[in-house]
T-cell receptor
């Protein structure tokens, strides 16, 4: 079972560059989200989506854009990368109606902005 | 935003000891989840709790959903070296899942 798949696993960017972190899930989950993880800060929600065509902001949305054109994919875009966006990024998904609200994570994307 | 306070922040224990950690929220949760994250990996679900007072075990792990619905507890009995990792509590007051800041567990053989 593929579950939640994130790419790339590692990326180094220069300040001001743009990039997209890809996330795909094959569980037909309606809910998808992006978190960033920083030392001592736990996992903080960036953006989330409750279904195709619907997105909303989480705790730390600034500097990031998302879209949800299909149920399977939820890409995270950094339009102009900043060193403060150096972090580990996790995509996650869950089924709104089953699995008891359990959330499943991808393996993470390590991003460094220099 | 939602506050999830997790304690302790870190623990260094001897192999064979029992471990306790807890999580409190500023609002009522209808689900509590406990995750473990190992280095270089994403968090993996350990235990899910769905109603106040619920006590659920998964091997040597036991978690409880607090009666007030604003807290949860995780216990690990007879720790072993592979228990090393960061443990997170999480819950969804609505559509947004919030996570605690984590408890880093080190088990000394």
């Amino acid at each position: 079972n593929a579950g939640v798949t994130q790419t790339p696993k590692f990326q180094v960017l220069k300040t001001g560059q743009s990039m997209t972190l890809q996330c795909a899930q094959d569980m037909n989950h309606e809910y998808m989200s992006w978190y960033r993880q920083d030392p001592g800060m736990g996992l903080r929600l960036i953006h989330y989506s409750v279904g195709a065509g619907i997105t909303d902001q989480g705790e730390v949305p600034n500097g990031y854009n998302v879209s949800r054109s299909t149920t399977e994919d939820f890409p995270l875009r950094l339009l102009s990368a900043a060193p403060s966006q150096t972090s580990v990024y996790f995509c996650a998904s869950r089924d709104n109606f089953h699995s008891g609200n359990t959330i499943y994570f991808g393996e993470g994307s390590w991003l460094t902005v220099v | 935003g939602q506050q999830l306070n997790q304690s302790p922040q870190s623990m260094f224990i001897q192999e064979g000891e029992d471990v306790s950690m807890n999580c409190t929220s500023s609002s009522i949760f209808n689900t509590w989840l406990w995750y473990k994250q190992e280095p270089g990996e994403g968090p993996v679900l350990l235990i899910a709790l769905y109603k106040a007072g619920e006590l659920t075990s998964n091997g040597r792990l036991t978690a409880q959903f607090g009666i007030t619905r604003k807290d949860s507890f995780l216990n690990i009995s007879a720790s072993i070296p592979s228990d090393v990792g960061i443990y997170f509590c999480a819950g969804p007051p609505g559509n947004q899942f919030y996570f605690g800041t984590g408890t880093s567990l080190t088990v000394i053989p």
